[in-house]
């Protein structure tokens, strides 16, 4: 989907917008640090974030990294 949306766009709003290929890009990163980080597939990684881009990138890197992801309210 990422591929096929590449040129699309993903993300829009107060932060500006995001590209399907910039948000892969992105993500695949994020997804990549939490795992240098110690974080392995079936972890658990809390995340605090407010409603942002940045909550999207970190649920996104989550299920890439075979990370289960556990939101809380900011």
Same mark, same amino acid.
């Given at each position: 989907?990422? +591929?096929?949306? $590449?040129?699309? @766009? &993903?993300? $829009?709003? %107060?932060?500006?917008?995001?590209?399907? !290929?910039? #948000? =892969?890009?992105?993500? =695949?990163? #994020? $997804?990549? !640090? #939490? #795992?240098?980080?110690? !974080? /392995? %597939? @079936? =972890? /658990?990684?809390?995340?605090?974030? +407010?409603?942002?881009?940045? &909550?999207?990138? !970190?649920?996104? $890197?989550?299920?890439?990294?075979?990370?289960? %992801?556990?939101?809380? @309210? +900011?």
């Amino acid at each position: 989907s990422f +591929a096929t949306n $590449a040129g699309r @766009l &993903a993300l $829009a709003g %107060p932060q500006g917008e995001v590209a399907y !290929a910039e #948000l =892969d890009e992105i993500t =695949d990163r #994020l $997804a990549v !640090a #939490l #795992l240098r980080r110690g !974080a /392995r %597939p @079936l =972890d /658990r990684v809390m995340f605090q974030l +407010a409603n942002c881009n940045e &909550a999207i990138f !970190a649920m996104i $890197a989550c299920i890439k990294a075979q990370i289960i %992801p556990v939101c809380t @309210l +900011a």
